[in-house]
Every structure is written in C-alpha cells, then in structure tokens.
C-alpha cells in the first residue's frame, strides 16, 4: 500500500538522521475511504531496546486506525531491504 510505504519511508528517514538512534512508528488511518498516515512518534527509549508505540501518534477521532508502521534501528545504513519493515 502506498500510504504505508510512504510512512515506513519517512520513518526509516529520521531513524537513519538521529542520533541516539531510536525506533519511529505512527499510525494508517482511513477516512472516507482516502487512507493516511499519522505523523512519526519517537521512541522513548535508545538502543538496544528501541520499541516504538504507534497509539503515540493516534488517528484523529473521525477516522478508523487500519494499521500501523515503524522503523527498525540498526539496520545497514544503506537502503533497506524490501521485506525489512513493517507497515
């Protein structure tokens, strides 16, 4: 799904850009049947016990959460394989 993607792409983005490197992870809404993604959340705690809760960046009140999406820390800083991230 795109919007999925998208949000895994701008997820692992900011995972790679700071430092200390932590797990971000949001939430996949629907709407009207147009689905988005939720603005990443941080996680609270650094590596290597980096976990991310999605409800941190919840679905507005007049949509349905459908998903979720999140980084993986320390992971090979080029690209990501395809079937190494969740959304």
Same mark, same amino acid.
């Given at each position: !799904?795109?919007?999925?993607?998208?949000?895994?792409d701008?997820?692992? !983005?900011?995972?790679?850009?700071?430092?200390?490197?932590?797990?971000? *992870?949001?939430?996949?809404? *629907?709407?009207?049947?147009?689905?988005?993604?939720?603005?990443p959340?941080? #996680?609270?705690?650094?590596?290597?016990? #980096?976990? *991310?809760?999605?409800?941190?960046?919840? *679905?507005? #009140?007049? #949509?349905?959460?459908?998903?979720?999406?999140?980084?993986?820390?320390?992971?090979?800083?080029?690209?990501?394989?395809? !079937?190494?991230?969740?959304?």
């Amino acid at each position: !799904n795109k919007t999925g993607r998208l949000a895994a792409d701008k997820a692992y !983005n900011l995972t790679r850009n700071n430092v200390p490197i932590r797990e971000y *992870c949001g939430s996949i809404c *629907c709407r009207n049947g147009k689905y988005f993604a939720t603005e990443p959340k941080m #996680s609270q705690t650094a590596n290597p016990v #980096s976990t *991310c809760d999605a409800n941190m960046s919840p *679905c507005p #009140s007049d #949509s349905k959460k459908v998903g979720i999406y999140h980084s993986h820390p320390d992971r090979d800083q080029n690209k990501y394989p395809e !079937n190494d991230f969740s959304y």
